[in-house]
Every structure is written in structure tokens, then in C-alpha cells.
């Protein structure tokens, strides 16, 4: 059974981080966009009420992957230092 590497989820973590900050910059902007096309009222009839319904519910999963992004970078920062801790302890890593 191959066992894993503290520095590779180290690196793991580090990158989720680096990755996370820039999605999350993004995901505002877009959250921005989205909610002033949504509200925007000179945009009318059935087609403009169809896509502003539709992007409506783009929020909801934009939230869902900005919660999902810091839940797991939050995870992985408590599970490396007890990791490191056993590893040493071992002398595996």
C-alpha cells in the first residue's frame, strides 16, 4: 500500500490555498456581475425574465463552490500538523 507523502500533501494544501484565493476573487466578481444583471430593470420581456431566472440560481452554486473551496483548504490545514506530528514520531517522513 503506497503511503503519503507529507511534503506532497504540504505542497497539496499550499497550491488548494494559492488556488482557492484566486477562485474566490473570481467567484466575488462574477457573484457581482451576476447579482447586477439579475436586478437590472430596463432588461425586459419573456427572454431577459427566462435568463435573469435562470442566472438567479447561478448564486446559489457559486456559494456552494466558495464554501466548499474554504471547507476543504480548513480540513487540510488541521490534518497536516498531527500528520507531520505521527510521521516524525515514526521517522517515516
Do not use: C
Not at 480548513?74 to 510521521?87: E, I
Amino acid at each position: 500500500m503506497p503511503r503519503i507523502d507529507y511534503q506532497e500533501l504540504k505542497g497539496l494544501s499550499d497550491e488548494l490555498a494559492s488556488l482557492r484565493q484566486s477562485i474566490v476573487s473570481y467567484l466575488k466578481e462574477y457573484n457581482r456581475a451576476n447579482d447586477h444583471f439579475v436586478e437590472e430593470n430596463e432588461l425586459q420581456g419573456q427572454a431577459w425574465s427566462s435568463a435573469k431566472s435562470y442566472h438567479r440560481n447561478y448564486k446559489t452554486i457559486s456559494d456552494s463552490i466558495f464554501n466548499a473551496l474554504y471547507d476543504l483548504d480548513d480540513t487540510l490545514k488541521v490534518y497536516l500538523p498531527p500528520l507531520k506530528a505521527l510521521w516524525e514520531k515514526l521517522k517515516i517522513g
